[in-house]
């Protein structure tokens, strides 16, 4: 059978809990996971994609299956040079549902042969979002369990700088 790469792509601006959730179980379920790291933000993010990189390969280190890749332009023509059949994609709430549906369904117009798989993190991560953790470390506040311990203290570094 044919081993079966997934990409899992995001801005990971900053990698999150619930995204290293979804990593973990996306690797269990496929024999290749790649996280597809944008590089082309529409808004400046806080962490380069160098920075954005080098934190999701940390975490990543011990998971044999799972590489970290960048890509600018359209996920599907990316999907296609990694020779990747499934997209894969975190469903936290409701609310994520729409804009990921709207999403899944352009990215099957562009390309049918891809297919996007829905995972949802575990409940404890389900509140999380890289814009929240961004807003509340920046205002002083706690974002331990939240972010992985290297991404708490690269926020240290950046947001308040010694
Ligand atoms: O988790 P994020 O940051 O919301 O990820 C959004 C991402 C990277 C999956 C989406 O913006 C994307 O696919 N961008 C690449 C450009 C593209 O293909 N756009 C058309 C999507 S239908």
Same mark, same amino acid.
């Given at each position: 059978?044919? @081993? ?19 990593? @973990? ?61 499934? +997209? ?26 891809? @297919? ?19 807003? +509340? ?26």
């Amino acid at each position: 059978m044919t @081993e079966i790469l997934a990409i899992y792509p995001g801005s990971f601006d900053p990698l999150t809990r619930g995204h290293v959730d979804l990593i @973990e179980r996306g690797s269990q379920i496929f024999d290749q996971l790649v996280v597809g790291v944008l590089t082309n933000l529409d808004k400046a993010p806080l962490f380069s994609i160098e920075e954005r990189v080098e934190m999701l390969r940390e975490v990543t280190a011990g998971m044999p299956n799972v590489s970290v890749d960048t890509f600018s332009g359209l996920l599907v023509d990316y999907a296609v040079r990694k020779k990747a059949r499934v +997209i894969l994609r975190g469903i936290r709430a409701f609310s994520d549902y729409e804009y990921e549906l709207q999403m899944a369904l352009m990215n099957r117009e562009l390309q049918p042969n891809i @297919e996007t798989v829905f995972l949802t993190p575990a409940e404890a991560y389900s509140h999380i979002s890289s814009r929240l953790v961004k807003e +509340i470390f920046q205002h002083g506040g706690p974002v331990k369990g939240l972010v992985p311990p290297v991404v708490e203290e690269r926020l240290r570094q950046k947001v308040f700088p010694k």
